[in-house]
């Protein structure tokens, strides 16, 4: 359905050099994915306000927010306003998750909504028709580095027959211990976008990377859909 891609996360970027870092991968890809964390939702705190808008103003990439806190309703609308093009939030913290969908929307921001890998898709399923990207957390979000959690694979598939049964044009993003090893697993399973942290700029040829993992999604969601498999 979507043409597969690749969301280098800066997490895992050098932040003395987050500009440059972000212009090695910049040949490669089309967006960026940027944590935001709060210390609360989860118990690192990273970045916001001040490095999404000097990003806005350093590349022309799309800035993919994934927001792990607590108060999405006062920071994701503000976000907007500093250059996010997407914005993506945990709807368990917020009174009225599809109000903020239609407000972030209004702004001309695409939205999403995650979940952790204990949630089920049934939590969302509501929201499903109105967003524009569903987050299928592949590790416990709050931390970079970890292992690939293959049992929520089962919640891509099923998020992805649900779009298709329904005829909805979310994208189905998966974060966390996304790499050459995991990455096809993943679009067999029906995800089209793949967060990669280290696995691209732990490598000395960031944008070579970034192509790599998108060559094997491209082929894995090929012969899924050749197989009958995914979506």
């Known amino acids: 359905m979507h043409e597969p891609r690749i969301a280098p996360s ?3 970027a050098d932040f003395a050099r987050l500009g440059a870092e972000v212009e090695d991968v910049a040949p490669a890809v089309d967006t960026v994915h940027v944590d935001v964390m709060d210390g609360h939702y989860v118990p690192n705190i990273t970045l916001g306000h001040p490095v999404v808008a000097s990003l ?12 792990m806190i607590t108060d999405p309703s006062t920071y994701a609308p503000q976000l907007v306003e500093l250059g996010a093009d997407s914005v993506t939030f945990h709807p368990e913290v ?22 952790k890998p204990a949630h089920p898709v049934s939590m969302v ?29 089962p919640k891509v598939s099923q998020a992805a027959a649900w779009r298709a049964a329904n005829a909805a ?4 993003q998966v974060d966390g211990g996304i790499a050459d090893a995991t990455v096809a697993a993943a679009a067999r399973a029906g995800a089209d976008t ?10 000395d040829d960031r944008a070579a990377a970034a192509r790599d993992l998108l060559e094997r999604a491209r082929a ?11 979506a």
């Open 194 to 203: 793949f967060v990669a942290g280290s696995s691209v700029f732990g490598a």
């Open 220 to 230: 894995a969601s090929v012969d899924a859909t050749s197989t009958g498999g995914g």
């Open 56 to 67: 806005r103003k350093a590349t022309e990439l799309e800035l993919d927010c994934h927001l």
């Open 10 to 12: 800066i997490l895992a």
């Open 94 to 115: 917020d009174d009225d998750p599809l109000t903020l969908v239609h407000t972030l929307h209004e702004q001309g921001a695409r939205v999403g909504v995650a979940i």
């Open 125 to 153: 399923e509501e929201l499903l028709a109105h967003i524009d990207l569903l987050l299928v957390m592949t590790v416990e979000p709050g931390f970079g580095g970890q292992a690939f959690r293959e049992e929520c694979l």
């Open 169 to 172: 044009t979310f994208r189905i």
